[in-house]
């Protein structure tokens, strides 16, 4: 049983550039959710997926953008690179009819630099 | 707002026990989870109380008092593999995000 897989799982980019990252969910799991960490901090909710619709959003600016596919994977996108976007990107995916007590699955991650 | 504080650091030491605490400010949520996150991995789910009290899963338990907007993970017979970081989590309720506080890194010493 596969597991949420993300890629690539290193990225260098520079300020200005655009970024796109990649999420397999877990195996029978139709909502996907992105977060962003820092070093040293919990990860931040950037948006969540579902039915190929983003359903929420955190506190993040426009230049960050996703896709849900039919599969159910999904792509986080990021516009005009800052320096301050370098973090450690995770997904997670979980089941939306699921119980509130549903743990979410996380992927090892893409790590993000931008130099 | 709604925010999660969490000791940003633990030690103890390996067979002893440690208790990581959660206050919370948050408005209402579903209930309160913890993950675990070793260095360069993903978070992994540890325990969830929805309802106010005890809940234990082998060597780790998590309490939540909402009246008190408390709540803590105990490790009991601590094993040097524990040394990592710990999130404590809630989603607000009538939402979809989770909101996680900023961790409390164990170190667990011979």
């Known amino acids: 049983d596969a597991g949420v897989t993300q890629s690539p799982t290193h990225l260098i980019k520079t300020r200005g550039q655009q970024v796109t990252l990649r999420c397999s969910p877990k195996s029978g799991h139709d909502t996907v959710s992105w977060y962003q960490q820092a070093l040293g901090q919990g990860p931040q909710f950037i948006f969540q997926y579902y039915e190929e619709e983003e359903r929420q959003r955190g506190n993040f600016p426009d230049r960050f953008s996703g896709h849900q596919f039919p599969n159910y994977s999904s792509e986080l996108n990021v516009n005009a690179l800052l320096l301050g976007d370098s973090a450690l990107y995770l997904c997670?995916?979980?089941?939306?009819?699921?119980?509130?007590?549903?743990?979410?699955?996380f992927g090892d991650g893409t790590r993000l630099s931008i130099l | 707002g709604q925010s999660l504080e969490q000791p940003s650091e633990v030690t103890a030491v390996e067979g002893a026990i440690v208790q990581i605490n959660c206050t919370y400010q948050?408005?209402?949520?579903?209930?309160l989870s913890w993950y675990q996150q070793h260095d360069g991995g993903a978070p992994t789910f540890l325990s969830y109380?929805?309802?106010?009290g005890l809940e234990e899963t082998g060597r780790f338990s998590s309490f939540l008092s909402r009246s008190d907007s408390y709540g803590y993970l105990l490790l009991q017979e601590l094993q040097m593999k524990d040394s990592a970081s710990y999130f404590c989590?809630?989603?607000?309720?009538?939402?979809?995000?989770?909101?996680f506080g900023a961790g409390t890194r164990l170190f667990v010493k011979a």
């Open positions: 109380n929805g309802l106010d």
């Open positions: 989590a809630v989603r607000p309720t009538g939402g979809f995000k989770t909101i």
């Open positions: 948050t408005s209402g949520f579903y209930g």
């Open positions: 997670a995916s979980s089941l939306a009819s699921g119980a509130s007590n549903q743990p979410q699955h």
